[in-house]
């Protein structure tokens, strides 16, 4: 007997049902029309990067997927891997392309990407990244840096996302004060490791990872004061009294100045000198983005400048800025929580039912093609069932709206519309039935 087939998925690739995938799919459409209304244009890379090309600014070894060939001898170590983010191949795709470019590139990519994330709540191993960046060639003005959480306002906006706050500070200002007692570029790697993995509200805590880290003691204090403070002013007296450089936190009022000048809402831009962003390529301004009142979700929506992302594959300068919508984590938890209605199992607006088929089917495809012709998704139900079931399967859809048109209604040029979602139902001329249902569905 042959050996049964493990069919269950993978733990960490979600298969959606098809209700789940068709709201998926309308916030993959809304958070693209964003992105155009702001003037960045579409493109999508390989899957598949050379492993070089995916550690060259960032040891994510661990976590990346290698690709290998079944004949390929146990062992051998694959030269290829799946893309863990898209801002790592965005700046192979910036080199490789930059005499075809223009600059500032401004550029929004949706696609999957693929981590070996520890299994845990809403963390997934495939997942979409709705990313959006400026480049530069040289230089980048840091007035982009200040557009991008008004992108990102406009996104949740339109995605009726429930409050939320984008969270903003400076890797620079860190770096100054840490270099006050210890010019190694490593103690700043130690000390966002340390910030990155602790609690700000757990001060101890806190302090003993930065002690772990190897963090030098002598600036362990300022560091947990800044971390716990909420003003540039009260900052700048930590850095102040510390000896150390103001230049990131001048940068960081700046771009907040800057965003809200741009339209971003005061109360939605926070001073979070706590945030410290993972990944090794950011350099200046970081984001990282939560919903209020779920700030144990983590962070929805993250990203930073970087200067230097592009150095490891040329000596031409490109900078850049960006952040990226963890799309299915996301959408995840918003079902999880209720905030997003899956009830339609199609985008299916009007079923268009049949009674006699032998008779009347071209009627009933006419009908079809009146709607489709204005847009409104339609489908004709031709399997052979009467009308109650026909009804059913309607509800069973989220289908909001059925027409009915028997020998009678089709004689009188009228048909019955019949509103699934409260039991109603009205009489409606023919010719004008796609005005009628676009008011209903827009009511």
């Keep these: 007997m042959a050996d049964t087939i493990e069919i269950n998925p993978i733990s960490g690739f979600p298969e959606w049902l098809p209700n789940l995938r068709l709201q998926e799919e309308r916030f993959i459409d809304t958070i693209r029309k964003q992105y155009q209304l702001f003037g960045f244009t579409p493109i999508e890379t390989a899957a598949v990067e050379r492993f070089n090309v995916l550690t060259a600014k960032t040891a994510m070894q661990r976590q990346i997927f290698t690709l290998g060939r079944p004949e390929e001898g ?3 170590e694959s030269d290829l891997g799946l893309h ?18 223009v600059f500032p590139f401004r550029r929004y990519q ?11 709540r809403s963390r997934f191993r495939e997942f979409y990244q709705c990313d959006i960046d400026v ?8 007035i982009h840096d200040a557009e991008i959480p008004c992108v990102i306002n406009a996104t949740f906006e339109a995605l009726k996302l429930p409050d939320f706050q984008v969270q903003i500070s400076n890797r620079k200002i860190l770096g100054d004060l840490i270099r006050v007692a210890q010019p190694d570029p490593e103690q700043l790697t130690k000390a966002l490791r340390a910030i990155d993995k602790s609690d700000r509200n757990e ?15 002598r600036v362990i204090p300022a560091v947990l004061d800044l971390t716990r403070c909420d003003s540039v002013a ?3 007296k930590i850095l102040q009294t510390a000896g150390a450089q103001t230049g990131g936190l001048d940068e960081l009022q700046a771009v907040m100045e800057s965003a809200i000048a741009l339209g971003m809402p005061e109360a939605r831009l926070r ?11 950011y350099t200046g301004t970081i984001y990282e983005t939560f919903l209020v009142g779920k700030e144990d979700w983590g962070s929805i929506c993250s990203g930073g400048r970087y200067d230097d992302l592009a150095s490891f594959f040329t000596t031409q300068k490109y900078p850049g800025v960006g952040i990226s919508i963890g799309l ?3 959408f995840n938890l918003l079902v999880q929580s209720g905030l997003v209605d899956v009830s339609r199992q199609a985008p299916t607006q009007v079923l268009v039912t049949m009674q006699n088929r032998a008779a009347y089917l071209k009627e009933y495809l006419a009908l079809a093609r009146l709607l489709r012709e204005r847009g409104i998704a339609t489908e004709v139900f031709l399997e052979p069932a009467g009308l109650r079931g026909q009804f059913g399967y309607a509800s069973s859809k989220g289908i909001p709206l059925a027409v009915v048109a028997g020998e009678t209604e089709i004689g009188q040029g009228v048909v019955t519309v019949k509103d699934m979602r409260v039991g109603k139902q009205e009489i409606v001329a023919r010719d004008a039935l796609p005005d009628y249902v676009l008011k209903k569905l827009s009511g």
């Design 74 to 76: 146990e062992g051998e």
């Design 84 to 101: 863990f983010d898209l801002t790592v191949p965005l700046a192979r795709y910036v080199v490789q392309n930059a005499e075809k470019l």
């Design 110 to 120: 949706i696609q999957k990407v693929w981590r070996g994330e520890r299994k845990q």
């Design 135 to 142: 480049v530069g060639r040289s230089t980048l003005d840091p």
């Design 203 to 217: 001060v101890e805590k806190t302090r003993e990872a930065l002690a772990a880290e190897g963090v030098d003691a």
């Design 234 to 236: 009260e900052a700048r």
């Design 271 to 281: 001073l979070n000198f706590a945030i410290a962003r993972g990944l090794d390529y």
């Design 328 to 330: 299915t984590r996301l």
